[in-house]
């Protein structure tokens, strides 16, 4: 195996900017929000911080529609405070690093402006315009991702526009060069500014099938999903490698792309030496209750062995080929607490058992900012106080499904994004410390438990274990085996605990993890001769796990 690069040494910490820190009183985080934290974050370990956009936007989908790919958005500060923080960042080993939505850009940037203004005009073709058919409608009868028609109406070109998200999002048009050559050359401008990598927003559609087709209705909108219809386009991997060439390849960055449904026999052209990125997010650990597609109101109660087969398949496809990036939230999901454990469970032992999870497995450890203090999903009273457009779009679809209006805000409630977007918890002043204004979204309820300053006194607290889990991986005896050693799992088929090993050069570690929420006893055979490196619980016994418990053994020579 080739040594290991410095972004496959450390962890990651994703930075929603507008819920991280204000520094302004606008009740919106900034740009030196984030400076200020610097020190906070050298503290957790982490080698690099993934910002989610904070170019120029009308903020629809809170800066996924990009007006312009080489500012920053006002509300965020300006280009000088992003030297600033790349600088800073670079003297605590802490690279930055940036969001390319490259599928769409706003209604807003001056490319779409221009390009619906008429059928002739220079960026005529940047876009994917088409013709209603014959009765009017729209082309096809995709639905886009976040809910209603795929195609809008443009008034001056009489044509429609396509949009995999939403209607102020239109889909960038890749076959056409320019565009591409656009598109490259603004990620080339950030790395001269000195980023450490990129990641890559919702690349899987990109390429759009040649012929456009209806797809079979699949709700009561009488509309199909779009993702079925567009996501992986044969031709893709054209596209992605020249993107590699052209702006990736002879820099020391890593790049990151959101990819679901890449499948395993085709990661070898995705990632790793002969692939597009560095490595690939995809979501079959995080969709569990989504067994047909994200619609929040068709849900199923999943076994612990199909989250552990999810994990076990990611780590076999990128054990030759490849990195893993291991996430379990990002600001599109809920909190993991939320997730992974049964109502009930004590808290700060389930943050910890992800946590350890997170930092035991092999690939870079990603932590969305929170996780680290073990933020929970919160639930606003009406739809009105929910800001995230998807939440919207759900909301409606679960009315077009037949709930009542109070069904479907408990729903939004249980699955919107927004759970993962309200702001940081600082400290036990008045709104957390996130801000002295009115902040965009509520706070959370609980942040006076939940908050950097009390967990700081707290020698038991998430935060804690935290720090002390970046050690044991990176900077411990055992970091070898943790970064590096090979995965197995095993009690493959038990429904109640989560084990795996970590095998390198004859020593090992072993994780266990309770997922319910009682005591859970296994063969203590498992264990045997091993010594505790950490653990959410005083004294593990063998053969037995309380409720939520979490345990990193370490067994070497005869044992292993
Ligand atoms: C990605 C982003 C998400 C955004 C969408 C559209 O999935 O993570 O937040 O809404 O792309 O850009």
């Given at each position: 195996m080739e040594p290991l690069k410095w972004w496959q040494k450390t962890a990651v910490y994703q930075i929603y900017p507008r819920s991280f820190q204000d520094t302004t009183g606008s009740g919106e985080g900034d740009i030196q929000g984030?400076?200020?934290?610097?020190?906070?974050?050298?503290?957790?370990?982490v080698g690099a911080v993934w910002l989610t956009p904070i170019y120029p936007s009308p903020m629809v989908d809170n800066g996924y529609d990009i007006s312009d790919y080489t500012s920053i958005d006002g509300r965020y500060g300006t280009i000088e405070d992003m030297d600033t923080l790349i600088a800073e960042g670079k003297k605590r080993n802490i690279r930055v690093v940036m969001d390319l939505v490259y599928n769409h850009t706003s209604d807003q940037h001056a490319w779409f402006r221009e390009s619906k203004a008429s059928r002739t005009n220079a960026k005529a073709d940047w876009y994917i315009w088409r013709d209603a058919k014959e009765d009017g409608s729209a082309p096809t009868n995709w639905r886009s991702i976040?809910?209603?028609p795929a195609w809008t109406w443009c008034e001056e070109r009489q044509q429609y526009y396509l949009h995999t998200?939403?209607?102020?999002?239109?889909?960038l048009n890749w076959e056409n060069p320019?565009?591409?050559?656009?598109?490259?050359?603004?990620a080339n401008f950030w790395i001269a500014k000195g980023v450490g990598g990129f990641r890559i927003d919702a690349i899987v559609y990109i390429k759009k099938p040649a012929v456009f087709t209806d797809g079979p209705v699949d709700g009561a909108?009488?509309?199909?999903?779009?993702?079925k219809m567009i996501a992986n386009t044969p031709g893709i991997l054209d596209f992605l490698h020249e993107f590699r060439r052209k702006v990736f390849d002879g820099h020391d960055i890593f790049t990151v792309a959101e990819a679901n449904g890449v499948t395993p026999a085709d990661l070898p052209?995705?990632?790793?030496q002969d692939g597009a990125f560095s490595m690939l997010f995809e979501f079959s650990h995080v969709n569990l209750e989504f067994p047909e597609g994200e619609i929040w109101?068709?849900?199923?109660?999943?076994?612990?062995?199909?989250?552990?087969r999810a994990l076990t398949d990611s780590q076999k496809a990128t054990a030759e080929n490849g990195w893993y990036p291991i996430f379990f939230e990002?600001?599109?999901q809920i909190r993991s607490v939320s997730r992974y454990f049964p109502a009930g469970t004590d808290r700060k032992k389930a943050a910890k058992a992800m946590a350890t999870v997170l930092f035991t497995l092999r690939g870079t450890p990603f932590v969305y900012e929170g996780e680290e203090l073990g933020l929970a999903n919160t639930a606003f009273p009406s739809l009105d106080d929910y800001n995230d457009i998807s939440t919207h779009g759900q909301y409606q679809i679960a009315l077009d499904e037949g709930y009542l209006p109070a069904e479907a805000l408990r729903i939004v409630q249980a699955h919107s994004r927004d759970n993962a977007r309200t702001p940081m918890q600082w400290s036990t002043a008045p709104q957390a410390g996130f801000t002295d204004g009115t902040p965009w979204l509520p706070v959370h309820g609980d942040y006076a438990d939940w908050c950097v300053e009390t967990e700081e006194k707290d020698p038991d607290s998430v935060l804690r274990y935290y720090r002390q889990l970046e050690k044991l991986r990176f900077q411990s005896d055992a970091s070898p085996i943790l970064l590096a050693g090979r995965y197995d799992e095993l009690l493959a088929e038990d429904e109640e605990i989560y084990a795996f090993k970590r095998t390198l050069d004859g020593q090992a570690t072993i994780t266990l993890v309770n997922f319910t929420n009682k005591n859970v006893d296994y063969t203590a055979y498992l264990t045997q001769g091993a010594a505790v490196l950490l653990g959410n619980y005083d004294d593990p016994q063998p053969g037995r796990l309380r409720p939520a418990e979490a345990v990193v053994y370490r067994i070497g020579g005869e044992s292993c």
């Amino acid at each position: 195996m080739e040594p290991l690069k410095w972004w496959q040494k450390t962890a990651v910490y994703q930075i929603y900017p507008r819920s991280f820190q204000d520094t302004t009183g606008s009740g919106e985080g900034d740009i030196q929000g984030i400076t200020q934290h610097l020190d906070y974050l050298a503290k957790l370990g982490v080698g690099a911080v993934w910002l989610t956009p904070i170019y120029p936007s009308p903020m629809v989908d809170n800066g996924y529609d990009i007006s312009d790919y080489t500012s920053i958005d006002g509300r965020y500060g300006t280009i000088e405070d992003m030297d600033t923080l790349i600088a800073e960042g670079k003297k605590r080993n802490i690279r930055v690093v940036m969001d390319l939505v490259y599928n769409h850009t706003s209604d807003q940037h001056a490319w779409f402006r221009e390009s619906k203004a008429s059928r002739t005009n220079a960026k005529a073709d940047w876009y994917i315009w088409r013709d209603a058919k014959e009765d009017g409608s729209a082309p096809t009868n995709w639905r886009s991702i976040f809910g209603g028609p795929a195609w809008t109406w443009c008034e001056e070109r009489q044509q429609y526009y396509l949009h995999t998200f939403a209607k102020e999002q239109p889909d960038l048009n890749w076959e056409n060069p320019d565009v591409r050559q656009a598109l490259y050359d603004a990620a080339n401008f950030w790395i001269a500014k000195g980023v450490g990598g990129f990641r890559i927003d919702a690349i899987v559609y990109i390429k759009k099938p040649a012929v456009f087709t209806d797809g079979p209705v699949d709700g009561a909108d009488g509309l199909s999903s779009i993702h079925k219809m567009i996501a992986n386009t044969p031709g893709i991997l054209d596209f992605l490698h020249e993107f590699r060439r052209k702006v990736f390849d002879g820099h020391d960055i890593f790049t990151v792309a959101e990819a679901n449904g890449v499948t395993p026999a085709d990661l070898p052209h995705w990632v790793g030496q002969d692939g597009a990125f560095s490595m690939l997010f995809e979501f079959s650990h995080v969709n569990l209750e989504f067994p047909e597609g994200e619609i929040w109101c068709r849900t199923y109660d999943w076994p612990l062995t199909k989250l552990k087969r999810a994990l076990t398949d990611s780590q076999k496809a990128t054990a030759e080929n490849g990195w893993y990036p291991i996430f379990f939230e990002n600001h599109d999901q809920i909190r993991s607490v939320s997730r992974y454990f049964p109502a009930g469970t004590d808290r700060k032992k389930a943050a910890k058992a992800m946590a350890t999870v997170l930092f035991t497995l092999r690939g870079t450890p990603f932590v969305y900012e929170g996780e680290e203090l073990g933020l929970a999903n919160t639930a606003f009273p009406s739809l009105d106080d929910y800001n995230d457009i998807s939440t919207h779009g759900q909301y409606q679809i679960a009315l077009d499904e037949g709930y009542l209006p109070a069904e479907a805000l408990r729903i939004v409630q249980a699955h919107s994004r927004d759970n993962a977007r309200t702001p940081m918890q600082w400290s036990t002043a008045p709104q957390a410390g996130f801000t002295d204004g009115t902040p965009w979204l509520p706070v959370h309820g609980d942040y006076a438990d939940w908050c950097v300053e009390t967990e700081e006194k707290d020698p038991d607290s998430v935060l804690r274990y935290y720090r002390q889990l970046e050690k044991l991986r990176f900077q411990s005896d055992a970091s070898p085996i943790l970064l590096a050693g090979r995965y197995d799992e095993l009690l493959a088929e038990d429904e109640e605990i989560y084990a795996f090993k970590r095998t390198l050069d004859g020593q090992a570690t072993i994780t266990l993890v309770n997922f319910t929420n009682k005591n859970v006893d296994y063969t203590a055979y498992l264990t045997q001769g091993a010594a505790v490196l950490l653990g959410n619980y005083d004294d593990p016994q063998p053969g037995r796990l309380r409720p939520a418990e979490a345990v990193v053994y370490r067994i070497g020579g005869e044992s292993c």
